[in-house]
């Protein structure tokens, strides 16, 4: 039996402070409101009692944050797409920022095990003065566990309506792709972060975007891995391949913390499950 999850978070701004109001069917719900920064920043861990997904199931995720909210969504561990009999398993995520929103969209790394047949949407709509911090991290099969990725196929969507559409699918038989040095080259961890904005950014702080990404990219085990580029003026991003997930996490949660110190005059703060 296939579960589908629904889950929308609606988050607005009373006062001093972010509130939200939430309706879940299925196996998909938050943990209660956190506040450890202060009363201006929501904090919501997204839980996911089965623990994963096969064929069949669905999650969807539908965020809209009013003007002036705040909100930093994480979960309590990886997201696991298992294998399938022969339908996909699909996780959906569309988020509505209205001006002046802020979004940090930080779940921990995704794992598609051997035999998945699965789906991952991403979609953001930035109003003017909207910001968001997100990131997305897999981890194709567990060759840590001797389970490396021989069959199935992940599909990756991810969208700024009308900035930035990135949709591509990596197949397991799809060698050239995986250990190409033109590709993956071998490695099986990828990720994107990102930094994007519903208005284009002033050139001189896309540039400092980029340069403390790069200046961290530098000083890590991973610099030959990853890279910074700014492909639209509203858009930061930093890539990274990797062969075990720790190493590409660790660079893209210093990272984040930079650009939130920087657009933002946020502290470096990891949400607390982070932290246990």
Avoid: K
């Amino acid at each position: 039996m296939a579960w589908h999850g629904r889950l929308a978070l609606d988050y607005r701004r009373d006062s001093d402070t972010t509130v939200s109001h939430d309706r879940h069917e299925g196996p998909l719900r938050v943990l209660q409101r956190l506040y450890p920064e202060g009363p201006a920043v929501c904090h919501h861990v997204l839980v996911h009692p089965p623990g994963g997904m096969v064929g069949g199931d669905r999650l969807d995720i539908d965020l809209q944050l009013q003007a002036g909210s705040h909100a930093l969504l994480t979960t309590p561990g990886a997201a696991r797409f298992y294998r399938s009999a022969g339908e996909p398993a699909v996780q959906s995520l569309r988020a509505r920022l209205d001006a002046g929103a802020r979004l940090e969209w930080l779940p921990l790394e995704t794992l598609a095990y051997s035999g998945c047949l699965a789906e991952n949407h991403l979609r953001f709509e930035l109003a003017p003065g909207a910001e968001t911090i997100g990131w997305d991290l897999l981890a194709l099969g567990l060759p840590a566990a001797g389970a490396p990725f021989e069959r199935g196929r992940y599909l990756q969507h991810l969208e700024l309506p009308g900035r930035w559409l990135e949709r591509g699918v990596i197949a397991a038989d799809d060698t050239l792709l995986l250990d190409s040095p033109l590709g993956l080259a071998g490695r099986r961890v990828l990720g994107t972060l990102w930094f994007a904005a519903g208005t284009p950014l002033a050139a001189a702080q896309r540039e400092a975007l980029l340069d403390s990404a790069r200046a961290a990219v530098a000083a890590h085990p991973l610099a030959a891995w990853a890279g910074a580029t700014a492909p639209d003026d509203t858009l930061v991003l930093l890539r990274a391949v990797a062969e075990r997930v720790e190493p590409l996490t660790a660079l893209f949660r210093q990272v984040r913390g930079r650009w939130r110190e920087q657009a933002w005059g946020l502290p470096d703060l990891p949400p607390r499950i982070w932290r246990t």
